[in-house]
């Protein structure tokens, strides 16, 4: 049992160094080696674990992505209008990309390795734009606002948030900080709102 958890935590500390390699410079600009120095872990140690580069990368990518389904469930459904919950998930979405890298590894080699079936935007387009259409047909949205055009515009709004993220992620705490993705996301929201909204449901969220 013993060994069995020293193979958990290694592999485990192995995919934390390679999210955030990959999320600072990509899959071609990763190099092993500065993985096994980043996790104190041999080079024989990751073999064991990672036969390629690939493989590693895949452990990243579905991490990031299961991190995203467990923050998010939930949030789709409840009380609130579904309008302001499709914009709740997208502020979730802004917050796991400014605090967790595993997330922004996996939106960042989602774009760098299109061959493989790890997109990280499945793991919550599909409920944005459900929330979208039930938002439409309960008569929050102006009639010619398409839920479709909202949940390519969300996907938008997400992949800036993953390149301010990464830049306040290299910034450092010497560095003054300005508003975050998050509040960035938000307020462009209620502004976006008075344009997309039905004149009933024109509150910001």
Not at 39 to 59: Q, V, Y
Not at 187 to 192: D, E, L, S, V
């Amino acid at each position: 049992m013993t060994r069995q958890l020293r193979a958990v935590r290694t592999r485990q500390a192995l995919v934390s160094a390679a999210a955030s390699e990959f999320d600072r410079r990509g899959y071609d600009g990763t190099a092993l080696n500065r993985v096994c120095r980043a996790a104190g872990i041999t080079m024989g140690a990751l073999s064991f674990h990672f036969a390629t580069k690939d493989e590693l990368a895949s452990a990243v990518q579905v991490q990031g992505q299961a991190i995203t389904r467990a923050a998010l469930e939930g949030l789709s459904a409840g009380p609130a209008p579904a309008l302001h919950r499709a914009i709740d998930v997208t502020l979730e979405l802004a917050r796991l990309l400014e605090e967790e890298p595993a997330v922004r590894s996996a939106a960042r080699l989602s774009r760098e390795r299109p061959d493989y079936d790890l997109a990280w935007t499945t793991s919550w387009i599909a409920a944005v734009q459900d929330l979208f259409g039930q938002a439409y047909r309960d008569g929050q949205l102006h009639a010619a606002v398409r839920p479709e055009d909202l949940a390519t515009l969300s996907r938008s709004l997400v992949l800036g948030a993953e390149y301010r993220a990464r830049a306040g992620s290299a910034q450092g705490d010497e560095e003054p900080r300005e508003p975050g993705a998050v509040e960035e996301i938000r307020q462009m929201w209620n502004i976006i709102q008075r344009g997309i909204c039905a004149p009933s449901s024109r509150t910001p969220s």
